[in-house]
């Protein structure tokens, strides 16, 4: 049975990377639970109906938020940049851009590799320079 999460053969990868993968799914998975019950609520006059789905959407947030605080906890840069942006009033996309700019690099996730993400080549960013 093939699963469609890797890019790579699986049993190349480390056990941690493969938990992320699962992780990231379940995270995509979730989001999609959310959107279609947003979607069905938008149209449902049923009150009965209605209140139903809003219990059930309530679940996939919760599931939503628990996989996000999974994968953050095993990515630090992710959670770094997250902090920069989340819960923050104002413009969106700036936070963004400043809370990227003032991450320091990881592996991307997976909980597996060099640590600190650097090739051991130096940065590129011309700080220090």
Do not use: N
Not at 25 to 48: H, K, N
């Amino acid at each position: 049975m093939g699963f469609d999460q890797y890019h790579e053969p699986p049993e190349d990868l480390p056990a941690a990377t493969r938990t992320f993968a699962r992780m990231c799914a379940s995270l995509t998975e979730e989001a999609e639970a959310i959107g279609w019950y947003a979607q069905r609520l938008a149209v449902e006059p049923d009150p009965a109906a209605r209140a139903i789905m809003e219990d059930a959407q309530g679940e996939e947030f919760k599931h939503f938020a628990m996989d996000l605080e999974y994968l953050l906890r095993q990515t630090p840069r992710w959670r770094q940049i997250a902090e920069g942006v989340l819960f923050q009033p104002g413009d969106i996309v700036a936070h963004g851009e400043d809370a990227e700019a003032g991450s320091a690099p990881d592996d991307g996730g997976g909980g597996e590799g060099p640590g600190d993400g650097s090739l051991g080549i130096g940065s590129l960013r011309g700080e220090g320079l």
